[in-house]
């Protein structure tokens, strides 16, 4: 398979003189194409900075990062918004979607941005929301739908401009157990219909038991990983729970 992303050797400080934090220390790791990787550990573990920076949202201390080759920490300011709009796509907690705009103006908003023919964006934005199950709803606004439907629109938003990299922070944390399961099952069936490689950040056992390859984090450093391979959902999950418990946490239950 074709790697990537690829971290080589991150840091981030913060602070100066003798009150500097570490929060990410030494971090290495690569991603395949195709791959849906979790990242877990403790608010404070680094997750949210280390997504930050391979987002361009935040700089790396001392590092590199390449995103299919090219190495993202050495792009200018200039180029940064326009590496975002053409490789990446995000899935929030909060969903991010513009109130004024229907459902299927915000799945659209990306190809509009990317200067996709017109006469392309509507066919596009119909194929991917009758996958996700949401083609009944392309006309509502977003403040006249669940928060279920809100984030497998913006879930369509994320995939609809096929970006090498998926980025996924916390996206079941606002949504109730049952809008949880579906949103992360429409994520793990984007993964493996539409290959697409997602990397996703979460505090919760029963999230990361979707992705193939969880990475533990703890105070800024690679504490394990461990790969879902044959196993069952449920076993992988047990899993989690195990280095989870090692690592001094615990999650909510299946």
Known sequence: MKEILKLDHIQKFYGTGGNIVRAIDDIGFSVQEGEF?????????????????????????????????????????????????????????????????????????????????????????????????????????????????????????????????????????ALDSHSARMLLATMQEINQKNKATILMVTHDALSASYAARILFLRDGKIFTEIRRGTDSRRAFFEKILNVLTMMGGGSDEI
């Open 37 to 173: 990787t979790g990242i877990m550990g403790a608010s404070g573990s680094g997750k949210t900075t280390l997504l930050n920076c391979i987002s361009t949202i935040d700089t790396v201390s001392a590092g590199h990062i390449y995103l299919d080759g090219k190495d993202v920490t050495e792009l200018t300011e200039k180029e940064i918004a326009r590496f975002r709009r053409e490789n990446l796509g995000f899935i929030f907690q909060d969903y991010n979607l513009l109130d004024a705009l229907t459902v299927s103006e915000n799945i659209g908003l990306a190809l509009s941005i990317n200067n996709v023919d017109p006469k392309e964006i509507g066919p596009r934005v119909e194929q991917i929301a009758r996958q996700l199950n949401i083609a009944d709803i392309l006309e509502k606004y977003p403040w006249q739908i669940s928060g279920g439907q809100k984030q497998r629109c913006a879930c369509a938003r994320a995939v609809i401009n096929r970006p090498k990299l998926i980025l996924a922070d916390e996206p079941t944390g």
